[in-house]
């Protein structure tokens, strides 16, 4: 079974950075979909981005431009680099494994506030 862990999230100003990362276990992570979701307070869980095994990158309307979803598949990492970030991004973002048992990780808090 996948095990996902994040880490990475903490508070930051508006217009700040942050750039969360997720370690997987498991050899099959090569092969694997991969994804960021977040839920902020309040709110649903909402599909942030997502990367295919190839490395092909997609990203919701309300983070493209300023999020980007990277993968290393040597170091079985998956990363969400955060710019330019806004209140409205605060939430607990969670990392999502794909392939035949999908998995989620604990999920690490971002907070974006002055």
Known sequence: ???????????????GSLRLSCATSGSIFSINA???YRQGPGKQREWVASITSEGR?????????RFTISRD?????VYLQMNSLKPEDTAVYYCWSGGSTPAWGQGTQVTVSS
Do not use: I, T
């Not at 079974?1 to 217009?15: A, D, I, M, N, R």
């Not at 598949?73 to 990492?77: H, L, M, W």
């Open 57 to 65: 990158p997609v990203h919701a309307a309300s983070v493209r431009g």
């Open 34 to 36: 991969m994804a960021w």
């Open 1 to 15: 079974q996948v095990q996902l862990v994040e880490s990475g999230g903490g508070l930051v100003q508006p217009g």
């Open 73 to 77: 598949n040597a170091k079985n990492a």
